[in-house]
Every structure is written in structure tokens, then in C-alpha cells.
């Protein structure tokens, strides 16, 4: 077995993460699937003393997060004190508002996360990147990404959605390797297509993405937390397609 850690997502059951007594229940449920471990996403508005109480009582770890950058921006203090309490050493973004999808964007970001990034490192914290495709449109002769990875500074880490990756046009595995030595995070997801040619979401194992090399990159690159995450699990209970994630991937290996 890799000794490598299988991650909830909790993004995935955000219809059920909107209060405390929902976030209890759904910690439990992930904890009696097999996950050892969650990514916090989608919760609603309460005390992340709250959060950190129902996480130890339910024998989990908070892996990562996925926190706003205006609360990066503005609110780090208390965004630091979260990830204390939660014993969280990743706090990573989502994503970035739509005024970044530019050179100039780009440019702007990294401006701004200097001085972020180095309050984390002295908090003993980094910093995450998660994707979507939109980082894969060209600017020039280079895609966003392309620029991102070749500009940010080495505390900046590379959370990657393989699912992503592949929905913009590039190849999961190629960044995975590219990545090498700054992934802590990766996110999985897969992805089907109907006969209608509709794209859809699916559990891990289930679509087409290429697992085995996927998986293999990731364990060569120094990944630690593999984030299972699914958008949309159209008519299946979203608990019921992380179970099934996650038996998947223990069958691939992961623990």
C-alpha cells in the first residue's frame, strides 16, 4: 500500500455542510466510508472552533481547506487561527475571481500573495493553488498556467484537479510530473461522457480519465493528500459516490 492519504472533499456534500448539526452528520458518514482525513469546503457560516470539536470527535484530520483570497486578503489573521485550530498546515483557494484571467492577472496575484505567503510560512503554513480549465486558455504563445508555473515563487504550491486539467485540453499526468516536489494536494475527480456526448462528472474509477498513470505520477512527485472531490453526482446520494471513490481507489492501492 502507498502510504498516502484518501481525502473527502467536503465540497461534495455542501447541501448537507450548511450547519453545524449537517456538518456532524456528514463528518460522521465520511468517517464510516473509510476516510481518515477531509478537505473543508462549502460550509456554511459558524464557529470553526465548532468545526475543529466535530472533526476530533469523528477521528478525522483536516487535510486542506479551501478558503476565499478576499479572506486571504483581509482577514488572514483569523484564517491563520482556523488552520491552528484545525491542525492544517494547507490552506489552498478555489479559484480566483475573473479579473485574474489575464498576463496582467496574473501578474497582479502574485503581487498580492508575496506578503501572504510569507505570513503562512512564518505560521509554519503554505499555500495551495486549485484549478479549474480556464487557467489552460493561451495569452500569447503560453497558456495562464503555463506562466503561473514558470512565476510563482517556490512557497506557492500547486493544488491540481486532474479533472480540470483534462477538461482544458492538457494532460493530467504531464502536470503532475511538472509538479513534482510542490503538490502536496491533489485533487481527483473523473470524467465520463454519455452517447449524447455529454461530459459529466463521475466517481473515481468510473470514467476515463487514466488512473494508473495519474496515481503513478502523483507517487513519484511526493503527492500526500489525494482529494476526491465530485461537482455533481446528478441522481446518486453525493455520500454514496464518495464511498465509491474511495473503494475504488483502495483497490488502486491508495490507503
Not at 107 to 131: C, T, V, W
Amino acid at each position: 500500500m502507498l502510504e498516502n492519504v484518501v481525502v473527502a472533499q467536503l465540497y461534495t456534500v455542501r447541501e448537507f455542510t450548511q450547519t453545524l448539526v449537517g456538518v456532524k452528520k456528514s463528518l460522521k458518514k465520511v468517517a464510516d466510508i473509510g476516510y481518515s482525513a477531509v478537505q473543508i469546503s462549502g460550509f456554511g457560516d459558524m464557529d470553526p472552533r465548532d468545526v475543529a470539536a466535530a472533526v476530533k470527535d469523528n477521528g478525522l484530520t483536516v487535510a486542506s481547506t479551501h478558503t476565499g483570497w478576499d479572506r486571504f486578503q483581509n482577514d488572514l489573521d483569523a484564517v491563520i487561527a482556523e488552520h491552528q485550530l484545525f491542525g492544517c498546515s494547507h490552506p489552498a483557494i478555489g479559484g480566483l475571481p475573473a479579473g485574474y484571467r489575464s498576463a496582467d492577472g496574473l501578474k497582479r496575484f502574485l503581487d498580492e500573495y508575496a506578503p501572504i505567503g510569507e505570513k503562512l510560512e512564518q505560521a509554519g503554513m503554505d499555500f495551495s493553488y486549485h484549478n479549474h480549465s480556464h487557467e489552460f486558455a493561451r495569452y500569447g504563445d503560453k497558456t495562464w498556467y503555463q506562466m503561473f508555473f514558470e512565476q510563482a515563487p517556490a512557497s506557492l504550491k500547486f493544488e491540481l484537479d486532474v479533472y480540470w486539467v483534462q477538461h482544458g485540453g492538457a494532460d493530467p499526468v504531464y502536470w503532475v510530473k511538472k509538479c513534482a516536489g510542490r503538490e502536496p494536494l491533489l485533487l481527483l475527480k473523473d470524467m465520463a461522457i454519455t452517447p449524447e456526448r455529454e461530459q459529466r462528472y463521475a466517481e473515481i474509477g468510473e470514467g476515463n480519465l487514466n488512473w494508473e498513470a495519474i496515481l503513478g505520477a502523483a507517487a513519484e512527485s511526493g503527492v500526500e493528500w489525494y482529494c476526491v472531490e465530485q461537482d455533481l453526482c446528478y441522481d446518486r446520494d453525493p455520500f454514496d459516490s464518495l464511498a465509491i471513490s474511495y473503494r475504488n481507489l483502495k483497490a488502486m492501492g491508495l490507503s
